[in-house]
């Protein structure tokens, strides 16, 4: 209940573009904890921020000296109007620290655009990236930074690793998930004009407002140990061959539970989406998506394909023809399936990475 309205929350927001979530400091400390051999001397660029509301500013700002940087920037997004800019270089009211105290206020030009040229000029200068960016602009966001080749740690949406775009850098190993989240939900505060219709959203003693959102995850290409571990494998296939049935338009068993993969198979593996979270690159390589022709290519085209549903109607189902489907002698009752005229009952299982074990 609570996660599908939070879903429900995000959607309205991402379609009015309102992208006003902000990232609770204690997740923020668990990431970024894993990197501070990374910030030594380098400088931070904040550039979807709001710092007078952003714990990301919070953080650097009182740790500037802790970890050794060398700048911290943070641009603030004003839809229609120039903005601003806040800087810490330096001691500037020599109490012999530099921390907040320390902050430089600049007005842009510019309304903070994260593409604006202003915006795109101090990125150029920026040695890491860090931030929540907007939703509704995570692929154009995910793009500048490798167009610019930046270092990143952003926090996102699991399902962004499903967009062709991103897909692509994952499986090009140029982005993977960072270290501390990996289920659940997080808390995001909201400003007060938005609706909290979910019994898991709540408002504090200060009146402030929080909405709690599935599938958030760290998006980052700053390397860490622990995505070098091994996921322990103790299955078998050969014997339980029942257990992973293959697919009926592509060469490859499918696994619903990540901890469920045998050891023992070298051809392609179908995988929820959330395997990223174990996924260690010298364990397995990524092969595919299965949820569109722009990320797998089918083996086998559906002739006349329909979608039956819930109810026995039917709609067009040109869709099976571009996700894997299961083949099934059986007719499913109850429950949204396709028929083709050169195939028996077929039923798309939920978006599968198509892995393959390299050690094998
Ligand atoms: C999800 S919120 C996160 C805010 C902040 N980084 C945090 O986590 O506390 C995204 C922020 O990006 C800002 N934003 C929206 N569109 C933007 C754009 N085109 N360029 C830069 N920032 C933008 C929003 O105003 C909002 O403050």
Sequence with gaps: MVNKSSNKNLKKASKAKKDEFYTQLSDIEKELVHYKAYFKGKIIFLNCDDPEESHFWKYFSENFEHLDLKKLVSTHFEKEKPSY?????????????????????TKLKQNGDFRSPECIKIL????????????SLFREY???????????????????????????????????????????????????YYPLNSAGNRIDENGNKYIRVKGVRWFTNLDYKDRHDDLILYKEYYGNESDYPKYDNYNAINVDITKNI????????GVP????????????EIVALGNSRNNFTPTKDYINPKKVMKDGSEKNGNAINCVLAFETKIKP??????VSDNSK????????????????
């Design 124 to 135: 150029k200068e920026a040695d890491i990236v860090i931030t929540n960016p907007p939703f």
């Design 333 to 338: 009752v109850g429950v949204i399936h396709y």
């Design 85 to 105: 800019k806040l800087e810490i270089v330096k001691d500037i009211n020599k109490d012999g620290k530099i921390n907040k105290l320390d902050t430089v206020k």
């Design 345 to 360: 009952y077929l039923i798309a299982p939920y978006a599968r990475i198509i892995i393959k074990n390299k050690k094998i």
């Design 262 to 269: 045998p050891m023992d198979y070298k051809g392609a593996i």
């Design 142 to 192: 995910v793009a500048q930074l490798f167009e610019y080749n930046k270092k990143f740690i952003i926090i996102g949406n699991l399902n962004a690793l499903t967009y062709k775009e991103i897909f692509k850098l994952v499986k090009e190993e140029k982005i993977w998930f960072g270290q501390s989240i990996h289920s659940g939900d997080r808390e995001f505060r909201v400003p007060e």
């Design 273 to 284: 989406i959330t395997f990223m979270d174990k996924y260690n690159p010298e364990q397995f």
